[in-house]
């Protein structure tokens, strides 16, 4: 899963980010509210979440999220502020945000908001995902297989966490790049097989399904 | 009682009571002194008539009730009449005012020689001094009825004078903690305006330094909550990965983060006070001297940041203030300058004389700001849109409030090539 992050604070977007690649996200960091617009009007881009702050530079948060929802972009927003008027929430949330969260806050919660951003944005209630014989518990980060964990690295676990998002459905190379890497991090070209050459060793290699051409997907199971 | 209207009751009723005891001294005695005039007068009016009646009606000129003795003696010494069986022979040889004695009783006694005839009138001295008394006294009466109505005036008077000064202080001390309205005070007398108008003002700068108080901590809370998340942050992720390397930057950060807090806490320290010292104490200060210790402050700093820093002073004599408020205007200063200098590039710090006082200018090579941001960066937490540094936006808002509290100038300027921002302080010479 992809997350944008908007903040303009050095301190605050570099640790938000370390902490939620070590969660196994794939996290793009940007200070300005001009260059996040441009970022998200860019369809290559295929961020899963934005994390915004309202306090930016040249352009505010609002204005962001207020050029998002106008161009029909649906993307969750979690919004990070440090002001935490009743005036301040409710416009942010008129706006089209999501979830609001005030800082200073703790990481834990962090996460939690974004797992349930994340599982209603799909219209999933769960807060697992399964196929017939997998569980990915996105709270713990844990994966099992018929009731055995499984260890997985923080990529592998992105990359099976990217499958399982709608099990059955095909994503090419190009779409797992996407949701696994951000810009900053250098993809070597065979990386994404290399990737699901080592899941597969973890969870069985009948458990994801390569389709000649077009891409991989986790088996559903019968 | 230490109360206006008790002192002025308790002052006026003395002095009136002191002048009316002395006048009506005075006038008992006066009064006494003439009244025996008058018994003196009608003695001798007495004497006159006594030897005019004599020969036709013996004793006629007595009253019955009268205590007033008369005999007449003719030129020969033979007694004509006498209104008293113990005077038959004179009681005196000389004529004129005596005192004699007649039996056990004390007489005054008048004797006139009229037309050959001998006259005395005698009257009890006792009946005289009663005389006296009375007259005195009655004299005394209408005053002494006077004076309880004039203690009363008094007390009126000055009670209706003093009603407004007492409406006032239970205005007083209905009023809220932090009201800020002015005390009424048209209806109160010329003398007590003045002071309740040096009341209202002070009042208006107590209510707006109490406004200044609450914003600054409002903005304050608002300011430490950035640099508290970033530490939040930092402690929650230090965990989070195993590789030693990456474990020790994230510990770096944390020490970064750490320290920026205290920073931003110091500063704020640094501005309340600036802000709430109402007058800066000092004997004056020679910035020359001050520019020693900058130079050990920051040459560490700009040499570590590969920035050339150069220091000259040219000013002479003294500014006001103390030479801490030298170094903390020109410290944040070149902390600004130092911030958005480039590896490579210079500040420069000028002190030398204007024709008001000490100017000092401190230019830097860095990305300057446009014109219309100029005169905002000096508020409080203010940041120009696109800066992405740490600083706190309190350096320039503590060095404004400062240079204007020792009554000098501030202002920033673009230098004319755009390569860099000019930082000017005019500084007033101590006593100017």
Redesign the interface.
């Known amino acids: 899963m992809r997350i944008l992050i908007v903040e303009?604070?050095?301190?605050?977007g570099?640790?938000?980010v370390?902490?939620l690649k070590?969660e196994g996200y794939s996290v793009d960091w940007l200070?300005?509210g001009a260059q996040a617009d441009a970022a998200l009007r860019d369809p290559a881009n295929e961020f899963q979440l934005l994390l915004l702050d309202l306090g930016l530079?040249?352009t505010t948060g609002i204005e962001v999220l207020r050029g998002l929802r106008r161009g029909g972009n649906n993307i969750p927003v979690l919004i990070?502020t440090?002001?935490d008027g009743l005036a301040d929430r409710v416009e942010g949330l008129d706006q089209g945000a999501d979830d609001f969260l005030v800082?200073?806050?703790?990481?834990?919660e962090l996460k939690a908001r974004i797992r349930a951003l994340a599982r209603r944005h799909v219209g999933r209630l769960e807060p697992q995902l399964k196929t017939t014989f997998l569980t990915l518990d996105a709270a713990s980060r844990s994966v099992t297989r018929e009731g055995r964990n499984i260890r997985l690295t923080a990529r592998e676990y992105a990359l099976l966490h990217a499958l399982m998002q709608r099990p059955g459905t095909i994503l090419s190379r190009a779409q797992l790049e996407n949701k696994i890497y951000g810009w900053m991090d250098t993809v070597e070209s065979n990386a994404v097989e290399f990737l699901l050459h080592t899941l597969r060793q973890k969870i069985g290699s009948e458990q994801i399904e390569n389709v000649r051409g077009v891409g991989w997907r986790v088996v559903t199971g019968k | 009682m230490r109360s206006l209207r008790g002192r002025l009751l308790l002052s006026l009723w003395i002095a009136v009571g002191v002048i009316a005891v002395l006048s009506a001294g005075v006038a008992y005695l006066q009064v006494s002194r003439q009244a025996k005039v008058l018994l003196d007068n009608l003695m001798q009016q007495i004497a006159a008539i006594a030897v005019s009646k004599s020969t036709a009606a013996a004793g006629g000129v007595k009253d019955e009730d009268s205590d007033i003795e008369v005999a007449v003696w003719d030129s020969s010494g033979a007694l004509q009449y006498s209104t008293s069986a113990e005077i038959t022979r004179p009681l005196s040889a000389s004529t004129g005012f005596s005192e004699v004695l007649v039996g056990r009783e004390r007489y005054r006694l008048y004797a006139s020689v009229i037309d050959g005839r001998h006259v005395e009138v005698a009257q009890p001295v006792d009946m005289r001094e009663d005389q006296a008394e009375d007259a005195a006294l009655a004299a005394l009466l209408p005053m002494l009825l006077l004076m309880p109505v004039l203690a009363l005036v008094i007390a009126l008077v000055i009670r209706a004078q003093l009603r407004a000064v007492k409406e006032l202080a239970a205005a007083v001390a209905r009023r809220d903690t932090f009201a800020s309205t002015p005390l009424p005070c048209a209806a109160l007398p010329a003398e007590v305006q003045p002071l309740v108008q040096d009341i209202n003002r002070l009042l208006a700068r107590q209510s707006e330094a109490a406004q200044r108080e609450r914003h600054f901590i409002a903005d304050a809370a608002h300011a430490l909550r950035t640099p508290l998340a970033a530490l939040q942050l930092q402690i929650d992720v230090l965990d989070g990965s195993s590789d030693p390397v990456e474990r020790a930057a994230r510990l770096a950060d944390l020490r970064d983060g750490v320290q920026r807090a205290s920073r931003l806490s110091e500063q704020l320290l640094s501005l309340a006070r600036v802000e709430s010292s109402l007058e800066l104490t000092g004997q004056g200060a020679d910035v020359n001297e001050t520019l020693r210790d900058l130079r050990e402050l920051y040459e560490p700093a700009a040499s570590a940041a590969g920035v050339t820093l150069d220091l000259s002073g040219r000013s002479r004599g003294l500014i006001r203030g103390a030479p801490r408020h030298v170094i903390l205007i020109c410290s944040n200063l070149l902390d600004n300058a130092l911030r958005y200098s480039r590896c490579g590039g210079k500040v420069e710090l000028r002190a030398d004389n204007s024709d008001t006082g000490v100017r000092i200018e401190v230019w830097d090579e860095g990305p300057g700001l446009p014109e219309d941001e100029l005169p905002r960066v000096f508020e409080r937490f203010y940041r120009a849109p696109g800066d992405v540094s740490t600083g706190s936006g309190l350096g320039l808002a503590t060095v404004e409030a400062l240079v204007r509290q020792l009554g000098g100038r501030i202002s920033l300027h673009n230098r004319a090539d755009r390569s860099g921002l000019i930082a000017r302080v005019v500084l007033p010479f101590a006593g100017a």
């Open positions: 303009d604070d050095f301190m605050i570099s640790s938000l370390r902490g070590d200070r300005d530079p040249s990070l440090a002001r800082k200073p806050f703790e990481f834990a």
